[in-house]
C-alpha cells in the first residue's frame, strides 16, 4: 500500500481496496474526538487551506471543522469572486496554486471545472485534496459515504447499491469507481438524459463494476441494501454560482424515495444516504423513518476529513 504523506486525493479511481480500509481504520481512532466535540494538537503547526470557487456548506464546513478538531489552522476562501482568481484578472490555476502552496501545508479545493483539483496538485508541492470538480468527481463525499455504509452495515461486500439520480453527478461518479475494490453491485435510476454516459460505461466496464440500468425505484428499491440518492432538480455543476430563478420543476415519481414507498417496498434493513442539500426527491418525513442514515453520514464528514488530514499530513501512517 502506498504511504498517504503528502499525497494529493483526487481520484477514488487511484484506491486500492487496502487504502479504502486504511482511511476507515483511521476514521475509527479519530471518531471519539469529534463525537465528544473535542479538540487536539495533533496538527497544532499545520495550516489547511480551502480554495471554494463553488458554494458549499457540508464540504467546506467539515473540512475546516476537522482540521479544527486536529488543533490545526484555517485560511481561505469561499467565493473567487472576491479574489483574482474570479474578478476581472481571472488569474490562472497555475499562478494560483503556485502561489497558495507557500500558505498553508494542504489545501482543499472545490471547482466548477472538472480537471481543476488535479491542474492545481501540478503547480503545488504540499497535497491537494478535491472536494468536488464540476461533473468530474467528489472523493472525500464518498470516502464517508462508504464509511457510513461499512459502519452501519458491517462491510461494503455482499452489498446491493441503488444508485437513484442524476448519474452526470460527481458523488456518483466516485462512488462507482470506489465499487471496482469491493464485491457488490449497483442498480442504476435515472432520467434518461441525465444516465452514465458511454464513456463512462466503458471506463466502469474495464475495471469490471458490476452495475445495471433501471427506469423506476419502484421497480428495484426491493433489491437494495443501500440507497443512495442524489437530486435530479438541481444546479449547473459547471457554473462558479448558479441561483434558483422561477418555480422549481418537480422530481418524477421514478425518483422519488418516500416513506410509504418505503414501507411497502423496501427491504426492513436497507439505509438511505443522501449528500445533501435534497429537493423533493427525499421527502422530510422519511427522516423519522429507520432507513435514514444522513444525519449520521453528515456527522461522518468530519470523521472522514479528520483521517485524510492526518493521513496526508503525516500524523497518520
Same mark, same amino acid.
Given at each position: 500500500?502506498?504511504?498517504?504523506?503528502?499525497?494529493?486525493?483526487?481520484?477514488?479511481?487511484?484506491f486500492s481496496r487496502d487504502e479504502f480500509m486504511r482511511v476507515f481504520q483511521v476514521c475509527d481512532d479519530l471518531k471519539p474526538i469529534a463525537r465528544d466535540r473535542r479538540n487536539t494538537d495533533t496538527l497544532k503547526d499545520k495550516t489547511l487551506l480551502t480554495a471554494f470557487y463553488q458554494p458549499?456548506?457540508?464540504?467546506?464546513?467539515?473540512?475546516?471543522?476537522?482540521?479544527?478538531?486536529?488543533?490545526?489552522?484555517?485560511?481561505?476562501?469561499?467565493?473567487?469572486?472576491?479574489?483574482?482568481?474570479?474578478?476581472?484578472?481571472?488569474?490562472?490555476?497555475?499562478?494560483?496554486?503556485?502561489?497558495?502552496?507557500?500558505?498553508?501545508?494542504?489545501?482543499?479545493?472545490?471547482?466548477?471545472?472538472?480537471?481543476?483539483?488535479?491542474?492545481?496538485?501540478?503547480?503545488?508541492?504540499?497535497?491537494?485534496?478535491?472536494?468536488?470538480?464540476?461533473?468530474?468527481?467528489?472523493?472525500?463525499?464518498?470516502?464517508?459515504?462508504?464509511?457510513?455504509?461499512?459502519?452501519?452495515?458491517?462491510?461494503?461486500?455482499?452489498?446491493t447499491f441503488l444508485l437513484v439520480g442524476d448519474m452526470r453527478m460527481r458523488t456518483m461518479h466516485s462512488i462507482l469507481y470506489a465499487m471496482s475494490q469491493f464485491d457488490a453491485e449497483a442498480i442504476v435510476v435515472g432520467p434518461p438524459d441525465m444516465s452514465l454516459l458511454p464513456e463512462f460505461? +466503458? =471506463?466502469?466496464?474495464?475495471?469490471?463494476?458490476?452495475? /445495471? $440500468?433501471? !427506469?423506476?425505484?419502484?421497480?428495484? %428499491?426491493?433489491?437494495?441494501?443501500?440507497?443512495?440518492?442524489?437530486?435530479?432538480?438541481?444546479?449547473?455543476?459547471?457554473?462558479?454560482?448558479?441561483?434558483?430563478?422561477?418555480?422549481?420543476?418537480?422530481?418524477? +415519481? =421514478?425518483?422519488?424515495?418516500?416513506?410509504?414507498?418505503? /414501507? $411497502?417496498? !423496501?427491504?426492513?434493513?436497507?439505509? %438511505?444516504?443522501?449528500?445533501?442539500?435534497?429537493?423533493?426527491?427525499?421527502?422530510?418525513?422519511?427522516?423519522?423513518?429507520?432507513?435514514?442514515?444522513?444525519?449520521?453520514?453528515?456527522?461522518?464528514?468530519?470523521?472522514?476529513?479528520?483521517?485524510?488530514?492526518?493521513?496526508?499530513?503525516?500524523?497518520?501512517?
Amino acid at each position: 500500500m502506498r504511504s498517504f504523506v503528502g499525497r494529493d486525493i483526487l481520484s477514488l479511481k487511484d484506491f486500492s481496496r487496502d487504502e479504502f480500509m486504511r482511511v476507515f481504520q483511521v476514521c475509527d481512532d479519530l471518531k471519539p474526538i469529534a463525537r465528544d466535540r473535542r479538540n487536539t494538537d495533533t496538527l497544532k503547526d499545520k495550516t489547511l487551506l480551502t480554495a471554494f470557487y463553488q458554494p458549499s456548506t457540508r464540504t467546506r464546513l467539515s473540512t475546516e471543522a476537522a482540521m479544527h478538531r486536529l488543533g490545526g489552522h484555517v485560511l481561505g476562501f469561499s467565493d473567487s469572486k472576491m479574489t483574482r482568481a474570479g474578478d476581472f484578472y481571472q488569474e490562472s490555476i497555475k499562478d494560483t496554486f503556485h502561489m497558495l502552496e507557500y500558505y498553508a501545508d494542504v489545501i482543499a479545493i472545490r471547482h466548477f471545472q472538472q480537471g481543476a483539483p488535479a491542474e492545481a496538485a501540478k503547480w503545488a508541492s504540499v497535497p491537494v485534496i478535491n472536494c468536488g470538480d464540476g461533473w468530474g468527481e467528489h472523493p472525500t463525499q464518498v470516502l464517508t459515504d462508504l464509511y457510513t455504509i461499512s459502519t452501519e452495515m458491517g462491510s461494503l461486500d455482499g452489498l446491493t447499491f441503488l444508485l437513484v439520480g442524476d448519474m452526470r453527478m460527481r458523488t456518483m461518479h466516485s462512488i462507482l469507481y470506489a465499487m471496482s475494490q469491493f464485491d457488490a453491485e449497483a442498480i442504476v435510476v435515472g432520467p434518461p438524459d441525465m444516465s452514465l454516459l458511454p464513456e463512462f460505461k +466503458a =471506463e466502469l466496464d474495464a475495471l469490471n463494476v458490476r452495475y /445495471r $440500468e433501471a !427506469a423506476d425505484v419502484r421497480d428495484v %428499491i426491493g433489491e437494495a441494501d443501500v440507497i443512495y440518492m442524489e437530486p435530479v432538480v438541481q444546479a449547473d455543476y459547471t457554473s462558479s454560482r448558479d441561483e434558483r430563478k422561477g418555480t422549481m420543476p418537480t422530481t418524477p +415519481a =421514478e425518483y422519488v424515495v418516500t416513506r410509504e414507498l418505503l /414501507r $411497502e417496498k !423496501a427491504r426492513s434493513w436497507s439505509i %438511505i444516504l443522501h449528500s445533501l442539500p435534497r429537493m423533493d426527491e427525499l421527502p422530510e418525513d422519511v427522516d423519522a423513518t429507520r432507513h435514514q442514515r444522513y444525519w449520521v453520514e453528515a456527522f461522518n464528514g468530519v470523521v472522514m476529513r479528520m483521517s485524510l488530514l492526518s493521513l496526508v499530513l503525516g500524523a497518520a501512517e
